[in-house]
Structures are given as C-alpha cells and as structure tokens.
C-alpha cells in the first residue's frame, strides 16, 4: 500500500489512479491528520507526501514520522515545488529517500518509487531476515511484527534468528538450547518452551507462524 498526501484534489486523484493503475494499492489522504489517522491502522510501504499542505507543513510531517520508531523506517518521497532548494536540501536531511519536483510525469513518479522499495528491499536483505509479517534487523537488534516494533530479549531474540533463518524445518528443541543457550547451559528443553511461549505473545497475530512440532520442537513458516 502506498499513500499519498497531497491537498490537491486534482493531481491527488491522478495519482492514485495512475499508482493503480501500475499495480499498486494506493491511498489519497488530504493533509496531515488523515495520515497519522491512516497510519494508526495500517503501515503503508512508501508514502508520497507534498511539502505544501496547508493544516501541517510536510516537512513538519516529514520529522515526526521521522522520529516515531513506529513510521521511522516507511520510506517518504517528497513532492516539492520547483525551485524549493531549501525544501529539497532540508527534505533529504530529515530522512526522506527521495524527492520530486512538480510537475512531474506519471511514468517519472513510478520509476522513482520502484526505485526507492527496490534499495530498500535490498538493504533490508543484506542486513536482516523477513519471513512472513515478521522482519529482523540483525544490526540493529531490532524486529518488527506486522510493522510494528516489537521488544524482545536477547535470548527470544537468537532464538527467533535461528528458526526464521531455517523456515520450514524443524529444529529440535535441544539444538535450539545448544544453539541459543550454549553447550555448556545447565538448562531443560523446558526453557525453550518457556521462550517460544512469551516469544508467540510478543508477535502478536505472528506469533502463530511459529508452529509446535509435538514431541519434536518448532518450526516457522510465511
Ligand atoms: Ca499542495
């Protein structure tokens, strides 16, 4: 889903038809409360965002999607005015992953947004994991469960690490304590239980993407 947020009717509508029109999902938002509105729902993959709105400037929008660790990693493209240099600079400098300057073409918008998901897809390769509505950053010990930001513990961490980087196998719960814990840890298979326990809570609706394998261990799958 992308959104975009632009106060003009015309060209708002224009773009949404030609985003889906491409094959996007896409969402028109008027200004800067439908967004954050929007955004308690739902997590979209890249938002469009026109620096001049008139309830809450863009860049002000910009910042505090910025700051909120709930939105800081949706990717934002810029619709700036031509010849707002200041914008652009000052844009790039709050985080945005990319600007436009209107009028722009369709074609150009599509071609920048493909862009922007494909550096972000790649990065997020290199340095993390992502199975299913689960994503982790294995730099920033950071996961997130359907774009949300989840807390874990380092041990619920490894251990999330170690099925999601072996999805649709089963690992015995006394690898997973030789492979987490150690081979020198004192500890039952029950410790395990204990973890993957709190581990499913902690995700949410994803927790059920780790599956129990009676008698055996766990397995994670999409
Ligand atoms: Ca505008």
């Not at 700036?80 to 074609?107: C, H, N, R, S, W």
């Not at 649709?168 to 987490?180: G, W």
């Amino acid at each position: 889903m992308i959104f975009c947020v632009e106060d003009e009717d015309n060209i708002r509508e224009l773009i949404i038809y030609s985003l889906q029109a491409t094959g996007f999902e896409a969402c028109g938002l008027a200004g800067g409360k439908e967004l954050f509105q929007a955004l308690e729902n739902s997590s979209p993959e890249l938002i469009l965002l026109d620096i001049m709105l008139p309830d809450i400037d863009g860049l002000e929008i910009l910042s505090k999607l910025k700051n909120n660790p709930k939105t800081k990693h949706i990717p934002v493209i810029l619709l700036t005015a031509k010849g707002a240099e200041y914008d652009k600079v000052k844009g790039l400098d709050l985080g945005a992953d990319d600007y436009i300057t209107k009028p722009f073409g369709i074609m150009e918008l599509v071609a920048r947004i493909k862009a922007v998901l494909r550096r972000i897809g790649q990065k997020e390769q290199e340095h993390g994991l992502s199975l299913g509505n689960i994503v982790l950053d294995l730099e920033k010990y950071e996961v997130r469960s359907n774009g949300e930001p989840v807390i874990l513990t380092l041990k619920e961490f490894e251990l999330l690490k170690k099925l999601m980087s072996n999805p649709e196998c089963v690992i015995s719960r006394n690898t997973l304590l030789e492979e987490v814990w150690g081979a020198n840890f004192y500890g039952e298979t029950r410790t395990v239980d204990a973890h993957i326990k709190t581990l499913r809570q902690k995700l949410g609706q994803s927790g059920n993407q780790i599956e129990t394998i009676r008698g055996i261990g766990y397995k994670m799958s999409k």
